[in-house]
């Protein structure tokens, strides 16, 4: 190997390491919660796409539904308060993901065939398309979504008010 692939094959095994670190964070304050909430769930750990990705997951779902909330404000807010958790124990910013009884997963398959849909509709009409007001998680899924198609995307507004536009190629 040359200097700069052994290089970079130790970048990525550091970035893998800090990623895992933030997930076991993550997991031990999320067990905390759990804890203090009288909430049965077990936690997983991955890492996808470059961030630390966490989810509850329970045989219980209804119990787990609290934690997610109405359109997932509180899981959110869970996400938010876990990420600065993470950044009390490391210093460094946490892009982590957090998924609650499959309820991101549930949605990323949602979000996804819209901004399809949403790009073949631009694609049929060759105007403009502006979607409802999303998050960034949200964004983030029918941006991707509509690049498979083939199109491009941008986000307008502010939030909480931003929202995805689809353009025509």
Do not use: C
Request: proline share 3%.
């Amino acid at each position: 190997m040359t200097e700069g692939t052994t290089t970079a094959a130790a970048e990525s095994g550091d970035t893998l390491t800090r990623l895992e670190q933030e997930g076991e964070i993550a997991a031990d304050y999320l067990e905390g919660l759990l804890d203090i909430a009288d909430l049965d769930g077990d936690i997983d750990m991955d890492v996808e796409a470059d961030r630390a990705s966490v989810s509850i997951v329970s045989e219980s779902a209804r119990d787990l539904q609290k934690l997610v909330g109405r359109d997932g404000e509180v899981l959110e807010a869970l996400q938010e308060l876990t990420r600065l958790a993470v950044h009390r124990e490391t210093g460094d910013r946490s892009r982590l993901m957090l998924d609650i009884g499959g309820f991101r997963a549930k949605k990323r398959e949602e979000l996804t065939a819209l901004g399809a849909k949403a790009a073949e509709d631009v694609k049929t009409s060759g105007e403009p398309l502006k979607l409802e007001p999303m998050t960034p998680f949200e964004r983030k899924v029918v941006h991707d979504a509509v690049a498979s198609a083939g199109l491009r995307s941008e986000s307008e507004g502010e939030e909480p008010q931003r929202f995805v536009v689809v353009l025509p190629a």
